[in-house]
C-alpha cells in the first residue's frame, strides 16, 4: 500500500534543493555535481527541467566551493544534483562514465568503485629497491630519458627494472609502482 504517489505534470518537474549536501564548516566542499544551461545554480533555488533536455545538455562536472564566491560561469549552470537515480544516470548521459582521476595513481576510477580502489591505493605498500653504484655504461633512464652512466646511483626495483635513484625517488612521490610494470 502505502501513500499515493504524485502523477507527473506535463514533462516539467519543479525540484528544490535544500543545500544539505554542502558543507557549511568552512565553507569548503567537493561534490559531483551535474549542470545544465540557464539558471545561477545558488543552493535552495527551484530548478526547473523538462522531460525535452536531451541526454547531451547534461555536463558530468566536479564543483569546488571556495568559500561562497561564484564566477560568470556559475550563472550558466542550473544545479541538478540527486535529480536521478544513481542506476539510470550512466544510461541516460550516453553511456559515459562517472567517476574520479585517483589522487594517488591518476587512474580513471568509476563513482561507485572509488572507496575500494582509494583504500587499495592508500594501503599498498611502497616498492622497495636495492641502490647501487653502476658498474659499467647501461642503456637509458626510462624517466628522464639520459643515459645511465658507469658510476651513477642507481635503483634496481624488484621487477630488475633499473632508474637513476634520484629518478625513481621523484617518481614515488606521485606513484607506487613501477613505470613500466604500473600493474604489478
Known amino acids: 500500500?502505502?501513500?499515493?504517489?504524485?502523477?507527473?505534470?506535463?514533462?516539467v518537474r519543479v525540484r528544490s534543493f535544500s543545500g544539505s549536501d554542502v558543507s557549511r564548516g568552512n565553507g569548503r566542499?567537493?561534490?559531483?555535481?551535474?549542470?545544465?544551461?540557464g539558471s545561477t545554480g545558488q543552493i535552495g533555488e527551484r530548478v526547473q527541467y523538462s522531460s525535452q533536455l536531451s541526454p547531451a545538455s547534461f555536463i558530468q562536472s566536479a564543483f569546488i566551493s571556495t568559500g561562497?564566491?561564484?564566477?560568470?560561469?556559475?550563472?550558466?549552470?542550473t544545479l541538478l544534483i540527486?535529480?536521478?537515480?544513481?542506476?539510470?544516470?550512466?544510461h541516460l548521459l550516453g553511456g559515459q562514465k562517472?567517476?574520479?582521476d585517483c589522487p594517488v595513481c591518476s587512474k580513471f576510477v568509476?563513482?561507485?568503485?572509488?572507496?575500494?580502489?582509494?583504500l587499495m591505493c592508500f594501503s599498498k605498500p611502497r616498492l622497495h629497491y636495492n641502490d647501487?653504484?653502476?658498474?659499467?655504461?647501461?642503456?637509458?633512464?626510462?624517466i628522464c630519458l639520459d643515459d645511465m652512466l658507469e658510476g651513477d646511483t642507481i635503483a634496481r626495483l624488484p621487477c630488475l627494472c633499473v632508474y637513476h635513484k634520484g629518478c625513481i625517488d621523484q617518481w614515488f612521490e606521485v606513484n607506487r609502482s613501477c613505470p613500466?610494470?604500473?600493474t604489478d
Do not use: N, W
Not at 500500500?1 to 514533462?11: E, N, V
Not at 561562497?68 to 549552470?77: A, P
Not at 568509476?110 to 582509494?118: K, Q, R
Open 1 to 11: 500500500m502505502g501513500p499515493k504517489q504524485s502523477s507527473p505534470s506535463a514533462g
Open 29 to 37: 566542499a567537493a561534490v559531483l555535481r551535474y549542470y545544465s544551461g
Open 68 to 77: 561562497g564566491r561564484r564566477d560568470e560561469t556559475d550563472s550558466q549552470r
Open 82 to 90: 540527486g535529480s536521478l537515480p544513481a542506476q539510470l544516470t550512466p
Open 98 to 100: 562517472i567517476g574520479f
Open 110 to 118: 568509476c563513482s561507485d568503485e572509488i572507496d575500494v580502489h582509494l
Open 132 to 142: 647501487d653504484v653502476l658498474s659499467r655504461d647501461s642503456g637509458e633512464c626510462s
Open 180 to 182: 613500466e610494470h604500473p
